[in-house]
């Protein structure tokens, strides 16, 4: 009888283990602080402004997210995907290169003296009175602006514009979804589904800069690395929904919110 009930409690020890490492393995991560909803996405724009004495420029994801997907940006208008490291200047905003395709005096607000402080003044609470408003219709998400962006695009409850002036040939329409199994034997594997992402992106986007695919997979892929701005951190840790919100990629993990 002790054996046995030696080997009972064992049991339950380990049912408790895969039960709970599950639930707080996003606390095993150095996971950054998360602003308020209606500061997630917003960044200061500050690559020369300072060195030529004038106030950073305040950019608000959400507030663009509305209008046109990533794709028109980080593709079409060749922003790159890490914070100041576009080479914007004043002279090519104002012949209708990054910030000028749309801020003209024609589509919206142009770049007259008028206008300077709607965008060069260092403040990153700067429209932020406009946020429950906006996107008071938008489903809820637990983490990030608090917005289920990608349920909001596919409910049709937005219509962001895919493109400016440069149409795509066809619209991308490739549904593969990829299994990725985790570091951990007790964590379910991630699911990467390209439909999502191919709505709001261009697959030059992510291939082959972030993810070469020439190698069928990347080998050194990892949490840690996710966490030091590489492959799925380039979008998941500032602009799209963040990495604390772990059921949105490892879809059965079991986990206290």
């Known amino acids: 009888m ?13 049912a408790c283990l895969l039960i709970i490492v599950p639930a ?28 030529n004495n004038v ?10 997210r509305r209008k046109h997907t990533c794709r028109v940006c980080h593709f079409e208008l060749e922003f790159s995907m890490q914070r100041n490291a576009t080479e914007i200047t004043e002279k090519a905003n104002r012949a209708g290169k990054f910030c000028g395709a749309c801020h003209d005096d024609v589509m919206v607000f142009g770049h007259g003296e008028a206008h300077c402080k709607k965008c060069h003044n260092n403040n990153l609470n700067y429209g932020n009175e406009k946020f429950p408003k906006l996107l008071a219709s938008l489903p809820t998400a637990t983490f ?5 962006w990608s349920r ?4 049709g409850l937005i219509k962001p514009d895919r493109y400016l002036k440069i149409k795509p040939a066809e619209d991308i329409t490739f549904n593969k979804e990829l299994l990725l199994e985790a570091e951990w034997r007790s964590v379910p594997p991630a699911v990467f589904p390209h439909k999502k992402h191919v ?18 997979s990347t080998k050194h892929f990892t949490m840690k690395l996710n966490l030091d701005n590489q492959f ?21 993990m079991k986990m206290r919110r």
């Not at 990030?144 to 289920?148: C, S």
């Not at 909001?152 to 409910?155: K, S, V």
């Not at 709505?199 to 069928?216: R, S, T």
């Open 2 to 14: 002790p054996y046995k009930a030696c080997s009972i409690k064992t049991l339950v020890f380990i």
């Open 24 to 51: 707080v393995a996003g606390g095993q991560w150095d996971f950054p602080p998360l602003p308020p909803a209606d500061k997630y996405g917003t960044f200061l724009m500050n690559r020369t402004s300072t060195k």
């Open 55 to 64: 106030e950073p420029a305040v950019f608000s994801h959400w507030i663009h």
């Open 144 to 148: 990030g602006n608090g917005r289920d």
């Open 152 to 155: 909001a695009l596919e409910e």
């Open 199 to 216: 709505a709001w992106l261009d697959c030059n986007n992510c291939h082959p800069d972030i993810f070469n695919i020439k190698k069928k």
């Open 232 to 252: 799925c951190g380039v979008c998941h840790l500032k602009v799209a929904f963040p990495f604390q919100d772990c059921k949105r990629c490892h879809p059965k």
